[in-house]
């Protein structure tokens, strides 16, 4: 399963950047990459997605501008660049992976669940001062 990592508190106005470590990367198979989160009392919403070329990105409407994703497939890894943190973008952010036979858009990642998701165990953002 994904390893995420890099979160931790920030004070409003902060940046942070969050990875994902996936050994389901394979030369095999095409990986989408999203993030999503849970904040405290709220349903689970994806912040961002990733298609396997890295050529498709989505983003949720109140993080674009703010937050960038990238991925490195030598290193089989996934990144999270968030700036301008607000407090609303508190939660446990989730790294998930999506493995198939071919590439799917950034947006179906995002918008389309799938039992070929592999979830990490989340990492804590929180904004605060």
């Known amino acids: 399963h994904p390893v995420e990592s890099g979160g931790g508190l920030v004070q409003p106005g902060g940046s942070l950047r969050l990875s994902c470590a996936a050994s389901?990367?394979?030369?095999?198979?095409?990986?989408?990459i999203g993030w999503f989160r849970r904040a405290p009392g709220k349903e689970r919403e994806a912040v961002s997605c990733?298609?396997?070329?890295?050529?498709?990105?989505y983003y949720l409407d109140s993080v674009k501008d703010r937050f960038t994703i990238s991925r490195d497939n030598a290193k089989n890894t996934g990144y999270l660049q968030m700036n301008s943190l607000k407090s609303e973008d508190t939660a446990v952010y989730y790294c998930?992976?999506?493995?198939?036979?071919?590439?799917?858009?950034?947006?179906?990642?995002?918008?389309?669940?799938?039992?070929?998701?592999?979830w990490g165990r989340g990492t804590q953002v929180t904004v605060s001062s």
């Open positions: 990733i298609s396997h070329s890295g050529n498709s990105t």
């Open positions: 389901e990367f394979t030369a095999r198979y095409y990986t989408a």
């Open positions: 998930v992976v999506r493995i198939g036979l071919w590439e799917i858009t950034a947006q179906e990642m995002c918008v389309l669940t799938s039992g070929d998701d592999y």
